[in-house]
């Protein structure tokens, strides 16, 4: 397994402004994903992000409003552009330790005024 | 496309009435189901993962199964600290399948 924190774990933010939340674990790993977790709705997997190359986005998710860093193989950043209350939502990161399967952070709770 | 369709969507338990939690599944070659459980305000905790059908994995009074169309989470004589929410997702065979998540099972159970 992994362990993975992640910063901050809930924020209150302004529409139109930008947030950077920040996911660390505590061993190297390839594989880090973003999902995001809205009421009522199942996760959803914004984009896949592999140390040292462009990170793999899902349908309907775009660079310029969820820009992603992964800068080493233990850390990486989700920034949510551009704010709207559309995207007030849980914020998970998770990693690939094990063949398959995935280990998730604690998530970042975010609200959007 | 991948789909996960879990029920029902909330389930009410007195403690120590055993029950199933169902989560039916299409893929296009079935890398792996996996059962996570997530409490209020936490990220998803995993569970079991399955591979192939008719293989089951235990865990205290937990245990998963899977067929070719849909895997159980057995709960025997649960207790309120079971309370949460258990999430299915699948993965599929394909190059760089993802996880496909259902919306999830939220169970109470009363002392």
């Known amino acids: 397994s992994a362990v993975i924190s992640q910063k901050p774990s809930r924020d209150i933010c302004q529409r139109g402004t930008s947030l950077t939340i920040q996911c660390q674990v505590d061993?190297?790993?390839?594989?880090m994903f973003w999902y995001r977790q809205q009421p009522g709705q199942s996760l959803t997997l914004i984009a896949t992000?592999?140390?040292?190359?462009?990170?793999?986005?899902e349908s309907g998710f775009v660079i310029d409003k969820f820009p992603i860093s992964r800068p080493n193989l233990t850390f990486s950043t989700l920034t949510v552009s551009n704010m709207s209350p559309e995207d007030s939502s849980i914020y998970l990161c998770?990693?690939?330790?094990?063949?398959?399967?995935?280990?998730f952070g604690p998530g970042t709770r975010l609200l959007v005024l | 496309e991948d789909q996960v369709t879990q029920s029902p969507e909330a389930l009410r338990l007195q403690e120590g009435e055993s029950s199933s939690l169902n989560c039916s599944y299409t893929?296009?070659?079935?890398?792996?189901l996996f059962w996570y459980r997530q409490d209020p305000g936490k990220g998803p905790e995993f569970l079991f993962t399955?591979?192939?059908a008719g293989e089951e994995k235990e865990k205290e009074r937990l245990k998963a199964t899977l067929t070719k169309k849909e895997s159980f989470l057995h709960i025997t004589a649960p207790k309120p600290e079971d309370s949460a929410t258990y999430l299915c997702?699948?993965?599929?065979?394909?190059?760089?399948?993802?996880?496909?998540f259902g919306k999830g099972i939220t169970l109470s159970v009363r002392p």
């Open positions: 998770s990693v690939s330790v094990a063949a398959e399967t995935q280990y």
């Open positions: 061993s190297q790993v390839t594989m």
């Open positions: 992000a592999n140390q040292g190359s462009e990170a793999t986005y």
């Open positions: 893929v296009s070659g079935l890398r792996g």
């Open positions: 399955l591979y192939s």
């Open positions: 997702a699948v993965q599929g065979a394909g190059a760089n399948s993802k996880l496909t």
